[in-house]
């Protein structure tokens, strides 16, 4: 469960929404005629040839560290999926599959039992063995090591080899959920004499990492450019990169990347400003791509930072999701590269499941139209007319302001008086780990995501006592009692069951208030296909399947 901040300049100012959002035609018309696929599509045609070499945007900054475990942010979860890979490999559509692992099963729900393929290799030859494995899923435990994903390895109470070729995970409780973190970098493999020998320096420019992966680090200069090159020993043939090299460039400017990648100087990229749409959709020498509703595991949401003050009522955080209009939002500010959320937990964490009815029906209900009349009557309700409400967002980013202004001005309309407080970056990141820095704001925007599609996983983060994304202390035993049984759920539709009956709490309290879902941006060159058109790039060997038409 990661977060990050709106960065991207927007194309339109906030104030025109409210006036013009709701009219036709306009910027979501023209989206859905650029959108180059169908909702059933998850990839780029594939690729038929082999590439000398491809660039690629590796987002808004360079990585802080090639160790997979050090950051979880785009930059190194776009790149170091393809050095290190993860236990099982997350196909496009989401579905996890054999990779280190050969294979993995569950003789009872507090058992994970994953058999190794025999195959593998690090890039420097030696093969991967238990002890690699177990060190690698441990290192998640350390507290020297710091890991972005240590949350997920809370009710892992061991993880012992128990076979020449078999390594067994162990949990507190029943756990049907833990093994999605095996197809991310949670479950990213590392040579372990390489790492201990390398100590504190592992992950640095000057020492690097030893994995199993389809590429290597080549060359790093840690702030514009990192290098990788294909690994001609890497272990599974059919899984081989096609290109020989892949760069990675890193632009924070909206402007600078539509550029490269219209002019051919990247080849392609992901998660691209929503700004840059008008400009890629008539790029001749490539294709812009827009998602459909649900393509990515994103949401922007405005967090309650305290339950007291004005949002300390549940009705003035009913009233304000009431009088958001989500859709105009979606339509203007993100040029329709977005859809209305009406739950942090939108179809892009389901719509792949099984259990998809389930989920459908419970999310249809919690549609609405905005109703600002009905909004302002309940504020008056809970005496919190003329009350301030503040909403904090970072300075440094043009969209994030325009959105708050959006917000400020759905809460004045309502009878509430809203101050927006730009935050410079240092301040604004401090709101994620600093309650006395919550403390001085009722609610501050983020943009969040999971790395696969997880409803339970994704509230468990931040509805929960123990959630890593709680910045509230909010706690209902209802959504404990149901997360802790959708955890233990094997079937997925009793699961679906579980985590809708939380789902609807968790839509009445509102400790989060959802806003909108990006759709994924992907602009591909024209001399190169393969690439996923969802967000299970995100730590994954997407780049092995890219190459010539």
């Known amino acids: 469960m990661r977060r990050r901040t709106l960065r991207a300049a927007l194309p339109l100012a906030a104030a025109a929404l409210l ?68 236990l099982l490999r997350t196909g496009a559509d989401y579905s996890l599959n054999p990779g280190i692992a050969r294979s993995w099963s569950q003789p009872d729900a507090e058992h994970l039992v994953l058999d190794l393929d025999p195959r593998a ?26 890991s972005n994903y240590a949350d997920s390895y809370n009710d892992v109470t061991s993880i012992r080899a128990t076979g020449a070729e078999q390594v067994t995970v162990a949990f507190s409780r029943p756990d049907y959920l833990f093994v999605r973190n095996l197809g991310i970098l949670a479950g990213a493999v590392v040579e372990k004499a390489f790492a201990v020998k390398a100590g504190q320096n592992f992950g640095s420019a000057g020492t690097g990492v030893v994995c199993s992966g389809p590429y290597t680090i080549a060359s790093f200069d840690g702030t514009n450019t990192m290098v990788l090159t294909r690994d001609p020993g890497y272990w599974d043939h059919a899984h081989a990169a096609k290109a020989a090299s892949l760069t990675f460039r890193f632009l924070s400017d909206p402007s600078a990347i539509a550029n490269a ?55 003035v955080r009913q009233a304000l999701s009431m009088a958001i209009d989500r859709a105009g939002i979606a339509k203007t500010l993100f040029d329709g590269t977005a859809d209305p959320l009406y739950a ?128 509230n202390g909010y706690t209902n035993p209802v959504v404990e009692s149901e997360l802790l049984k959708a955890q233990g759920a094997e079937d997925v539709r009793q699961r679906a069951q579980d985590v809708t009956a939380a789902q609807a709490v968790i839509a009445r309290d509102l400790p989060w208030i959802p806003i909108v879902a990006p759709r994924a941006l992907l602009f591909q060159n024209k001399a190169v296909t393969g690439a996923p058109l969802t967000f299970s790039y995100m730590d994954n060997a997407w780049a092995a399947s890219v190459g010539a038409p």
């Open 344 to 471: 942090v937990a939108g179809p892009g964490f389901w719509q792949t499941s099984p259990a998809e009815p389930v989920y459908a029906a419970a999310y249809r209900k919690l549609v609405q139209p905005p109703q600002p009349a009905a909004a302002a009557k309940l504020v008056a309700q809970a005496g919190a007319t003329g009350r301030r409400l503040t909403i904090g967002y970072a300075a440094d980013s043009p969209d994030q302001a325009q959105l708050a202004e959006v917000l400020q001005q759905t809460g004045d309309s309502i009878g509430l008086k809203v101050a927006i407080v730009g935050l410079p970056d240092q301040q604004y990141g401090n709101l994620f780990i600093d309650p006395k820095a919550r403390a001085a704001y009722d609610s501050f925007l983020t943009i969040n995501y999971l790395e696969y599609p997880e409803a339970a996983d994704m509230y468990t983060s931040y509805a929960t006592k123990g959630g890593l994304q709680n910045f």
């Open 261 to 315: 990648l219209g002019s051919g100087s990247l080849d392609g990229g992901f998660d691209l400003p929503p700004s840059t749409v008008a400009q890629l959709s008539k790029a001749t020498d490539g294709r812009l791509y827009v998602g459909a509703t649900g393509s990515t595991t994103q949401n922007i949401d405005l967090i309650v930072s305290r339950f007291t003050g004005a949002l300390g009522d549940v009705r």
């Open 19 to 86: 006036t013009s959002a709701c009219a036709g035609g306009g910027p979501a018309a023209k989206a859905a005629a650029r959108s180059n696929f169908s909702t059933a599509q998850v990839s780029t045609a594939p690729a038929k040839g082999p590439l000398s070499s491809l660039s690629w945007y590796g987002d808004y900054r360079a990585p802080y560290s090639e160790d997979p475990l050090k950051t979880a942010d785009y930059p190194e979860e776009t790149i170091l999926g393809n050095v290190c890979e993860p």
């Open 121 to 146: 290799t690090f890039s420097d030859g030696h093969p991967v063995t238990p002890a690699d494995v177990v060190y690698s899923l441990q290192r998640n435990q350390d507290p020297a090591v710091a």
